[in-house]
């Protein structure tokens, strides 16, 4: 009968297909490391490239890179969803590490973020420090002269910029000038360009954009507020079970070691003819982990 | 670059292809049962189900990461972050559209196919498989409406498949990519990469409908 | 010979047809009344198609719902319908004319000789290897009554057969109204042509006010 042979053929193209399917995730749970990311380092295309290199030293393992936001790159890691961390947001990181979810992690990598806003800076930050700059914007704001426009997405950027606004005292929550998107980097500068106003951004997403925002320039970009530091982390297997601990610990020694730091520190000189990241080296003074103290407490 | 594109409509190709039929494996005899008789129970499950055709991609995402993630209910399957968990994902989401379309059809034919086949003799069962292989046309394009809001989706395979190059990166969390890194040209390239494959599908699969 | 104890149908919640008596067969039945007063949903309640909300349909003797689905089966073989609209299924003419005699499991060689004689009986034998659906009204119309007489029913129930037919079409189908009389075979069929009701001079059945009544004398219809 003809519709017992579409059944039998839909069935077969059914367990064929998963059967093929299945082929995609063969190798063994303990050869693929998963790691959490923040978007606005996997965009750089950093992460593939040092995965490339690691690939060549362990071919037969595959690292898998999630592109979300800090809040949810964690909190995934929570589910027990992920092996590692790579995550820019002192103050969320600390509740992680609190909790016990995650190991004591390694600062690998930092570089600033910037304030960057339109070109002929109604608000005048341009010279000031990080804290007067957020200052000024607000105050500029209420007189009805700047527009800023936040990402309002709990990503690592999200939680400094509400870190720089404390900072300098002020609560924009709820103005008419302060537009809370709920959006990436990308579309958040997109969006800044389009209003002429400020935003917080990374510096990495704004050198890609950077020719794509012609109302915009970065006004602010020194400052100890505006370091940006990138932790890396692995799961704690005692509080989340099934965490591949072996791989991470060595994809994070990778990262860490004088090779990673090399690949990190040259990275995007090609493209934008300045390196995006400072490599941490392992920080011998100790200034970041003192920078990465006072604003997980200020979280 | 060009092999990596072509791998991902591949992938973006076996993974919708594979949803839409598992989705049409079980909508399609849903619809039938909802449409066999009429009662003010099935009535409310057809509208309950017409509604949940408006359900937002990323809430299917959510709720089956929840339940797939390592510390869910079905986080011991291991199938997170896999192409199969966005199979899984795309045939939930488009069940209630199969569903419902199916219904609508298989209802149009019941009214007359139905009647023909048991006013000549047909046995409840023979009017049935009457009506479906009737429906197939009909019923071969509701499956390919399915299979184009799979491969056009964006929350669950990023939500599910969390877009790992060279395993569940597909076309639609490709082009997420490309825009917010900024590389608007490629994006929408890639989009056109998409529409043109979704409508080569089309084509293919009415031309193959018309001769079967 | 088919019989309706009391029956009403309701769609909707509302009686389309309520308590109805009557008798159909033997010979020809012919059911007029207005647009829209009942005479299709009186034929499929005769023909098994339609449950009605209460009473009785007995078919050659066997009350049709209450019977087990197996035994209703049988029965209802034993009837045919035919649609206004014809309904056609996909595929070609001969498939179609088939299609009755397919589900009754009849062997292949029987089904081509059957389905022949069927298409020659409405002389539309020509078509056999058309496709069914692309046909015009008269044709398909056609087409559903040799579907009908290829299953050999002793019950036939025909709604507006004649609507579409050309005039050789309707002389055909006379032809095969006295065939059927002379098989003994019981013929109803609905109908708005008042010549042909006068024609037959059946037994006529006039569907009005939701109810229907047999009148034995058709002349008396005004």
Redesign the interface.
Known sequence: ???RR?FVA??V??VV??L???I??TGQ?ENIL?VTTT?SLY?T?LL?KLAEEFKQMHPDV?V????IGSGEALR?AA???ADMVLSHAPNLEKRYLDDGTLKPGKIFAYNYFIIVGPSDDPANVTGMSPIEAMAAIYTAGERGRAIFVSRADNSGTHNRELMLWSLASVNPSGKTWYLELGA????TLMVANEKKAYTLSDVG?YL??SD?LGELKPLVERGDALINIYSVYVVNPVK???VNEKLAEVFMRFITSEEGQKIIENYGIDEFGKPLFNAARGDPTGELKNVWESMAKLG | MWQEVAEVVARSLLISGTATMLAAFWSIPVAMILTAKESEFRRVLLDLTNTLVAIPTVLVGLVLYLLLSRSGPLGFLGILYTPTSIVIGEAVLITPLIVSLSASVLRETRAGIWEMAVSIGATERQALVTMVTESLPRLMSVILIGFNRAIGELGVALMLGGNIKGLTRVMTTAIALEVSKGEFEFALALGGVLLFVTFLVTAIVRKVGKTA | MIELKRVSFAYANEDIIRDVNLTFGPGVTVVIGPNGSGKTTLLKLAAAIYRPRVGEVLIDGVNTWSAPETVRVSVRRNVVYVHEKPIMLRGSVADNVAYGLRIRNVPDDEVATRTEEALEALGIKHLAHEKAQTLSAGQQQKVALARALAVRPKNLLLDEPIASLDKSGREIFMELLREMVRKEVCVAMATHDRLLALQLMGRTIVVENKTATLIENPERIS
Not at chain 1, 184 to 187: F, G, Y
């Open positions: 009968m003809r519709i579409v839909l069935t193209a059914v297909s998963i093929f399917l299945s995609y995730q749970h998963r978007t965009n295309g593939d595959s898998q890179f999630i592109a995934r589910q027990g969803d990436d980097m990308a579309l997403t890609k954009f794509k989340v079970p099934g």
